[in-house]
Each structure stands twice: as C-alpha cells, then as structure tokens.
Nanobody, 114 residues
Framework: QVQLVESGGGLVQAGGSLRLSCAAS???????MGWYRQAPGKQRELVAT???????NYADSVKGRFTISRDNAKNTVYLQMNSLKPEDTAVYYC?????????WGQGTQVTVSS
C-alpha cells in the first residue's frame, strides 16, 4: 500500500509559478508517477507522467510550461508549473502506477487568477 500526499497548491496570478510536491509513504522506484487535474465540471485529465527510468510525457496544453521530475531517494515527485494560465485552475492529483497497483493522492487546489 502506498499513500500519496500532495502539497504546494495555492492561488497565483496568471504568468506566475508554483511547484507541487507528491510525497509517497513507500518506495516508488518502480512506479510510473503522474500528475492529473480536474477542473470544476470537467473530467480528470492527464497532465504529465514520469517512468521509473525518467522518461516523461506531457499533455499538449502544458508542454513547455510544466516539468515533472522525481527524487526516488526521497520518494517524492514534483511538478514545476511556470507561465500559469487561468485555464490551469483545477485540483491536481498525484498518481502512482505499477502493474495492477494504482494509487491516488487526495489532491491539491491550484487557482490561477487573471
């Protein structure tokens, strides 16, 4: 069982930056880690993923602005968000996946004001 706790959300003006963190209770070395988001009235969508080997994948809407990274020694995954836009406003969730194992965090709110 892996527990995930997100932090770092908040209110920021458009053009600003935030860094989200996802701390895992167990060893995440073998897990594919991801960030997803869900805006009010919309479905949860993929933001970015990072494999155990460090390969990354991004949604087109965040390419060039967001960077996902991981520190396996700290069992932590990060999402650096730059040039934030009002449409980035959502609850951001951390996700850990390995085989049939799938875990979610409780989410952290990100609000970008125009």
């Amino acid at each position: 069982q892996v527990q995930l706790v997100e932090s770092g959300g908040g209110l920021v003006q458009a053009g600003g930056s935030l860094r989200l963190s996802c701390a895992a209770s167990g060893n995440i070395f073998s897990f594919v880690m991801g960030w997803y988001r869900q805006a009010p009235g919309k479905q949860r969508e993929l933001v970015a993923t990072i494999s155990s080997g460090g390969s990354t994948n991004y949604a087109d809407s965040v390419k060039g602005r967001f960077t996902i990274s991981r520190d396996n020694a700290k069992n932590t995954v990060y999402l650096q968000m730059n040039s934030l836009k009002p449409e980035d406003t959502a609850v951001y969730y951390c996700n850990a996946r390995f085989g049939t194992q799938l875990y979610w965090g409780q989410g952290t709110q990100v609000t970008v004001s125009s």
